[in-house]
């Protein structure tokens, strides 16, 4: 298992596993889908979409900050930096 792996998995953990997003549906399961095939970067961009449709603790963006920035997927890491910094605001 890759470090990144485990930082997804870890985040995906976070998001209530009967949650859908309401305009593409995607759920925990499609994340985990994905994290089985070693589609990292999907993953990411999936619980990005959950952590937007369904309000996440500054924890579970850091995850996906740390993850994006072991990918070296700068913008994310900016959105994924700038998404904690609103939860702790509120």
Excluded: N
Excluded at 13 to 30: K, L, M, W, Y
Excluded at 61 to 76: F, I, K, P, V, Y
């Amino acid at each position: 298992m890759e470090f990144q792996d485990a930082l997804l998995l870890k985040a995906a953990q976070f998001c209530p596993a009967d949650f859908r997003t309401e305009e593409a549906g995607i759920s925990v399961a499609d994340v985990l889908e994905y994290l089985e095939h070693d589609e990292w970067e999907m993953a990411l961009l999936l619980l990005e979409d959950l952590g937007d449709s369904h309000p996440q603790p500054t924890e579970f963006w850091t995850l996906l900050a740390d993850a994006a920035r072991l990918m070296r997927l700068e913008s994310h890491v900016v959105w994924c930096e700038w998404r904690r910094s609103e939860a702790r605001t509120g």
